[in-house]
C-alpha cells in the first residue's frame, strides 16, 4: 500500500498550488481520503475530507471558499486544489486513506471529518507561502 502525494512548493501569498495523492495497493475508491497538515511546532489538523461513493466534501474553516478536494478514482487519485494562499498555509500536507467510507461515520459511531484515525497515510509535500 502506497500514497503518494505531490505537488507542493514556494509561492507568492495569493498563489496557487495543486496537490495530488496517488494511491495503489489497496481499493482506492473504496474509502475517503482526507488531506491534513502540520505547521513547524503546532499540532496536525485536519483540512478537506471527500468520501468514496458519495463524495461528501468537508473543510476546515480557515479553508473554505480557497480550497478545493476531488478525486478520480479511475485514477486511484486524491486533489487538493489550493487558491489564494496565505502564509498561514504553510505546512507539510499529508494526504491519508483506509479505515472509512465516510468521513464522519466510522465503525458505527457519526464523528469529526477530522478524526485522524487513517490506516494509510502519504509522505506529505511541503507548502511554503511567502509573504
Known amino acids: 500500500v502506497q500514497l503518494q502525494a505531490s505537488g507542493g512548493g514556494l509561492v507568492q501569498t495569493g498563489g496557487s498550488l495543486n496537490l495530488s495523492c496517488v494511491a495503489s495497493g489497496y481499493s482506492f475508491d473504496y474509502y475517503a481520503v482526507g488531506w491534513f497538515r502540520q505547521a513547524p511546532g503546532k499540532a496536525r489538523e485536519g483540512v478537506a475530507c471527500?468520501?468514496?461513493?458519495?463524495?461528501?466534501?468537508f473543510y476546515v474553516d480557515s479553508v473554505k471558499g480557497r480550497f478545493s478536494i476531488s478525486r478520480d478514482n479511475a485514477k486511484n487519485t486524491a486533489y487538493l486544489e489550493m487558491k489564494d494562499l496565505k502564509p498561514e498555509d504553510t505546512a507539510i500536507y499529508y494526504c491519508?486513506?483506509?479505515?472509512?467510507?465516510?468521513?464522519?461515520?466510522?465503525?458505527?459511531?457519526?464523528?469529526?471529518?477530522?478524526?485522524?484515525?487513517?490506516?494509510?497515510w502519504g509522505q506529505g509535500t511541503q507548502v511554503t507561502v511567502s509573504s
Open positions: 491519508a486513506s483506509g479505515s472509512r467510507r465516510l468521513c464522519t461515520y466510522s465503525h458505527g459511531v457519526y464523528h469529526s471529518p477530522w478524526r485522524d484515525e487513517y490506516d494509510f
Open positions: 471527500i468520501g468514496s461513493s458519495d463524495p461528501s466534501t
